[in-house]
């Protein structure tokens, strides 16, 4: 039988030590990327693995985290983890845009600023898609949710129905929004 190289006490020692610089807990690749420390095997020997040693030193305040939904305070296991429960997951992206509403394009209208982009006319506004294809109201809400309303105008009714009748076009010439009819 070989004499092991670290004591219980010295990997304790290093594994906290490297918990305090990290500021969390310290992760495979984390002890395996510093040099004088032991190697994740010398853990996984002494206690039958990484996550062994894990349970035994870590100081899991420092894992601890809200969950994004219900706001619960949560001791994150994995980095990726960020609700309590799969519960709480499925309402937090429920609870992103899935369906079209007045108040979502009334949103979208404030961030266009509200008026046609031609007259400034703006009691009655139309949301118009430059790429020149007809506008439903998923493509328009997928824009919204990922925050990409670059592509979209909005047109008081008259000049919205003269672009898609054709006798007028909006273009773009030198980086600039025309209008031409």
Not at 65 to 89: N, P, Y
Request: aromatic letters at 12%; a positive charge; proline letters at 2%.
């Amino acid at each position: 039988m070989h004499k092991r190289k670290y004591t219980r006490e010295q990997l304790e020692f290093y594994f906290k030590k490297l918990m305090d610089e990290l500021n969390r807990v310290p992760r495979e690749e984390d002890i395996s990327k510093k040099e004088g420390y032991p190697s994740v095997k010398s853990y996984a020997d002494r206690f039958g693995s990484w996550q062994n040693a894990v349970n035994l030193f870590a100081n899991f305040d420092l894992s601890k985290r809200k969950c994004l939904h219900c706001g619960k305070i949560i001791v994150k296991k994995m980095k990726t983890q960020k609700f309590c429960s799969d519960e709480c997951l499925r309402k937090y992206y429920l609870k992103k845009s899935t369906k079209y509403t007045k108040n979502i394009e009334k949103k979208i209208k404030e961030i266009l600023d509200n008026k046609c982009f031609i007259c400034e006319f703006n009691a009655i506004t139309e949301i118009h898609c430059l790429d020149n294809k007809k506008e439903s109201n998923s493509k328009i809400l997928k824009a919204y949710n990922k925050k990409n309303m670059h592509d979209y105008v909005l047109l008081c009714p008259n000049h919205h129905q003269m672009i898609h009748s054709k006798f007028a076009n909006l273009k773009y010439r030198d980086s600039e929004l025309v209008w031409e009819e």
